[in-house]
């Protein structure tokens, strides 16, 4: 058994689904995050959000995999200002859905400072709310810096539990910041611009398994759905006891998760309706 915590079903085929449910996938959470294009009207966000609360909940317990997600705005479309707050007075309407955890995956992309603006006001929300949160950081060279942007905005919003905080996409660089601060970490296993398995197992070696956990992103660009079985395998390919794996792959991510109390693992028998009958 597995729960991938940060995987974009909306991007995959529903063949995914079933491969991932013969490699043990009983969870997935689903974040709010970049269609490879800028949305042009906040009615475009609106039915996107409708999408995650609504029918991939329905495709993924088809294969008995229960389905999360999180909402919010984006960074990679946050640069214009009111359009972002026109999209996020959508998200209180959709907080209250069944399967919402929270306020995700929002962050930095560019380190603009209208980019830090709208994750302040995001921060705000999830405050306002009692939600969790799930933290999208920067690719390759601006990661560290807007890693420590990050950091002290939630800091100096001061209403947030680091406890209830996810820091995604961390890498050698910018792991021990995060932990150090209370917050958890996520290390996302895309094999282009963030980490292979090799180096999250490498990771896990060098910083334990405390508030770690690891998640495919799989979307529409170049990744595996399959990502954190196959870092598994690495993992025992490596000599790490069953315990650490299950850990890593399934108990991490119950504990954090499990914070919601929209969160579920619990065995889904799929209904007709699931089924599409």
Not at 37 to 43: G, I
Not at 103 to 118: D, F, M, P, W, Y
Not at 255 to 275: E, V
């Amino acid at each position: 058994m597995y729960i991938d915590p940060h995987v974009h079903m909306v991007s995959r085929t529903t063949d995914d689904y079933a491969r991932m449910a013969v490699a043990g996938c009983v969870a997935i959470t689903e974040p709010a995050f970049w269609a490879g294009y800028d949305r042009s009207s906040a009615q475009g966000f609106h039915d996107y959000f409708r999408q995650l609360t609504d029918s991939e909940p329905r495709r993924a317990a088809a294969y008995g995999i229960r389905h999360h997600a999180w909402i919010c705005i984006n960074p990679k479309e946050a640069e214009d200002h009111g359009f972002a707050r026109e999209v996020m007075g959508l998200i209180p309407e959709f907080l209250q859905r069944p399967n919402v955890l929270g306020i995700g995956e929002i962050g930095l992309n560019r380190n603009s400072r209208t980019e830090l603006a709208v994750f302040e006001e995001h921060l705000e929300l999830a405050a306002k709310f009692d939600t969790l949160v799930l933290v999208h950081t920067p690719h390759l060279e601006d990661k560290r810096k807007g890693t420590r942007l990050i950091l002290d905005a939630i800091r100096n919003q001061g209403k947030l539990k680091p406890g209830r905080v996810l820091i995604d996409h961390v890498e050698e660089h910018t792991v021990r910041s995060v932990l150090d601060a209370g917050f958890w970490a996520g290390m996302t296993l895309y094999p282009d611009t963030k980490c292979t398995a090799a180096r999250a197992v490498d990771i896990i070696e060098m910083h334990g398994t405390e508030r770690l956990w690891i998640n495919s992103a799989g979307d529409w660009g170049h990744s595996d759905p399959l990502a954190v079985p196959k870092a598994a395998a690495v993992m025992r390919a490596r000599g790490h006891a069953a315990d650490a794996v299950r850990r890593i792959t399934l108990e991490n991510p119950r504990i954090f998760l499990g914070q919601s109390a929209n969160f579920s693992d619990a065995p889904l028998r799929p209904t007709a309706a699931d089924l599409g009958r």
